[in-house]
Nanobody, 119 residues
Framework: QVQLVESGGGLVQPGGSLRLSCAAS????????TAWYRQAPGNQREWVAM???????SYSDSVKGRFTISRDNANNTVYLQMNNLKPEDTAVYLC?????????????WGQGTQVTVSS
């Protein structure tokens, strides 16, 4: 059974930082493409950043230069370092890992962790 468990969310003031973690189990993590998404109330799910199994990274324009995605294959964990946070970054952040096509049975999601940016 594949599980993705996010942690590290919380309340932070504008300009602050948070580091999200996503611990994976039941999956050959080193072969998975991983990503972070977010969803704010009333909005559609939004892609934030991805890091492929071979290490290639990419970011949405809204977070480029402020967020950094990384992974530790030895510990089956993907991270999202978020700096200079803004109120518009407030959302539930979800971890995604895929070892197959999107929306297939090899496309996995965590439950999410809440990030709130407010003074």
């Amino acid at each position: 059974q594949v599980q993705l468990v996010e942690s590290g969310g919380g309340l932070v003031q504008p300009g602050g930082s948070l580091r999200l973690s996503c611990a994976a189990s039941g999956i050959i993590f080193s072969r998975a493409d991983t990503a972070w998404y977010r969803q704010a109330p009333g909005n559609q799910r939004e892609w934030v950043a991805m890091i492929l199994s071979r290490g290639v990274k990419s970011y949405s324009d809204s977070v480029k230069g402020r967020f950094t995605i990384s992974r530790d294959n030895a510990n089956n964990t993907v991270y999202l370092q978020m700096n200079n946070l803004k109120p518009e970054d407030t959302a539930v952040y979800l971890c995604n890992a895929r070892t197959g096509p999107r929306d297939s049975e090899d496309d996995y999601w965590g439950q999410g962790t809440q990030v709130t940016v407010s003074s």
